[in-house]
């Protein structure tokens, strides 16, 4: 059973997801929050359904019910429909999911759960088929959704379950 | 030198992803400057995190000076006398959430929020993810010499 929230979510009704959350009680973070999660979707180099599956690999991880619900609509757009999203589960290694798309997962994975140097081989194959600066992207990535899920947990509220949900960026 | 990218140190490698690299470190950097919860308090509990995380490197940083007695002591803080009641509080909740933040309680969230109220926690929780991410980037980028944990 959900318990109860435990701060209270500002006033405001902006339509703006973050502004509205509990996050927009401190000010002082939300003027960095908005951009740089912006940023995260706009401004490096792996696409917006790259994108989405680490952040939806991480919400599994944390066990976010809210993370895993939502899907963004630019990701969609990206080309990450349901039957590709239902393969980002521990048997991904054996899913259809292409190569590229198995090691953005198993970098996610390192993150979560052996925040450490990857093994040699993870990380020919990583270098083989990203960039630098693709992997820098993926690594603030998987940072930033990560930290901002397991707040999202850990101020309670969250239901046991909820739909499917398409939202837009915040912006 | 990092395997992920040309570099040794967290700015660097930061550098090389213009408009997040720098937004994030521009996030970190606010909560130094938090009116909802001292910064003295939140270097305790990134410190406890890199203890946790055995990161030589993080441990090595110092953001904002601390009591000599209190670094000294962080590993044993439940039985140290250096430690205050809000001090405690935030290192409690900071224990928990470095292991899963779905296991903090209400009596912890609590003992956070009576001496800081609801933007205090909220505020802490934030820092939490983000002292937690940057201390999770420099071991899986290779920055940090974890081999140790003499703390």
Sequence with gaps: MAGAA??????????NVIRDSALGIVPQTLSHYLPLNAAIWDDGPLN????????LRNAQGVGCVLCKAVRYDIAIEAGLDEDKVQMIGDQFENSGLTPREKLIIAFTD????????????????????FTPQELLHLSLVVAYFNGFSRCAV???GMPDE?????????? | MAWIAPGDDR????????????????????????????????????????????????????EVAVP????????????????????????????????DAAAITDAQAEAVKQYFGDEGLVALLQALGVFD??????????????????H
């Excluded at chain 1, 909820?162 to 912006?171: A, G, K």
């Excluded at chain 2, 890199?50 to 993080?58: F, K, N, V």
């Excluded at chain 2, 991410?133 to 003499?150: C, V």
């Design chain 1, 110 to 129: 390192q993150y979560l759960n052996n925040p450490g140097v990857p093994s040699p081989g993870l990380r020919r194959q990583l270098q083989a088929e």
């Design chain 1, 48 to 55: 917006a359904a790259e994108i989405e599956m680490a952040r």
């Design chain 2, 68 to 99: 000599r007695a209190q670094r000294d002591e962080l590993r044993q803080w439940p039985d140290s006398p250096h430690f205050d009641a809000p001090e405690r509080a935030c290192l409690a909740l900071t224990e928990v959430h470095a292991i």
């Design chain 2, 11 to 62: 700015q660097t490698l930061m550098n090389q992803l213009p408009g997040i690299g720098d937004r994030f470190e521009g996030l970190y950097a606010a909560f130094w400057q938090l009116p909802q919860l001292p910064a003295a308090t939140l270097e305790l509990c990134r410190l406890r995190l890199a203890q946790l995380h055995r990161s030589e490197r993080d441990w090595a940083i110092e």
């Design chain 1, 6 to 15: 435990r701060v209270r979510a500002p006033d405001s009704s902006t339509g």
């Design chain 1, 154 to 156: 850990a101020l309670g």
């Design chain 1, 162 to 171: 909820m739909p499917r949900t398409e939202i837009s960026v915040p912006r």
């Design chain 2, 133 to 150: 991410g940057m201390i999770r980037l420099g071991l899986l980028w290779g920055l940090a010499d974890s081999s140790g944990d003499r």
